[in-house]
């Protein structure tokens, strides 16, 4: 089997954000380059381990950043239907984590409104979003929430994980929407903090509509 980078990524030695990894757990892969597989050993959501030919190891890769020859997860932003989101935070310096709200709508009509955040405390003023592992989502109006989630056992999720694309962005990657699962806030992903709500109600609100939009529209406003 022949994998190829169809983006700047990282091989790493566990499925994790690789911004969270030492320099020695992590190796960079520039677009375009190509490995051969022995054998695919695990799979973990998005993540898949796999053995290198040639005694190169075993390294975990982030699928969408792959070509693998197979069918994959879709990281292709399609037409979307009418649920649409909105992460809304009120950025400031502050040693304390800033909690922000992501909104559903559909026609045009909120939905369901829920108390989300993005980012660590202490990282969520204006322009932390460079920062890797540490600043909120980036902002933009035409970021995309997959609608076909995955449950990771990766410790910080533990539950279901919805890849928000395109990824990578400013030096931003492999983030998504989650629970606020270990210690409050995130790497970088849009993570609601009350968990029994999302599970009770994000969640059954995307299964609900996975059959006839692959993907939700997002806007990432702060103010």
């Known amino acids: 089997m022949k994998y190829t980078a169809t983006t ?5 030695k566990a499925p994790v954000q690789g911004s969270t990894l030492p ?5 960079n892969v520039r677009q375009g380059k190509t490995y051969d597989i022995e ?4 799979n973990d959501g998005l993540h898949s381990q796999v053995e290198l030919a040639f005694d190169a190891g075993s390294w975990w890769i982030f699928l969408p950043h792959w070509d693998t020859g197979e069918a994959k997860p ?3 932003p399609p037409t979307t239907g009418i649920v649409t989101a909105v992460f809304t935070l009120k950025q400031a310096h ?4 800033i909690n922000g709200s992501l909104t559903f709508f559909e026609d045009g009509q909120e939905i369901l409104k829920v108390v ?8 969520q003023y204006p322009g932390a979003h460079t920062i890797r592992g540490k600043g909120c989502l980036p902002p933009a109006n035409d970021w995309k929430i997959s609608t076909s989630g995955y449950n990771l056992a990766t410790k910080g999720v533990e539950g279901m994980f919805y890849h928000i694309t395109p990824d990578p962005r400013q030096g931003r990657g492999e983030l ?4 606020d699962a ?4 995130s790497s970088g992903c849009i993570v609601v903090r009350d968990s029994n709500t999302f599970n009770a109600e994000v969640v059954p609100l995307i299964d609900k509509i996975k059959n006839k939009q692959s993907q939700i529209n997002l806007s990432v406003v702060y103010t």
């Open 8 to 12: 700047d990524t990282i091989l790493k």
């Open 23 to 27: 320099e020695d757990q992590k190796v």
């Open 39 to 42: 054998k695919v050993i695990e």
């Open 74 to 76: 879709d990281v292709t």
């Open 94 to 97: 502050s040693p304390y984590l």
């Open 116 to 123: 989300a955040t993005s980012g660590i405390n202490g990282f």
């Open 176 to 179: 998504g929407l989650h629970r």
């Open 182 to 185: 270990n210690v409050p806030g």
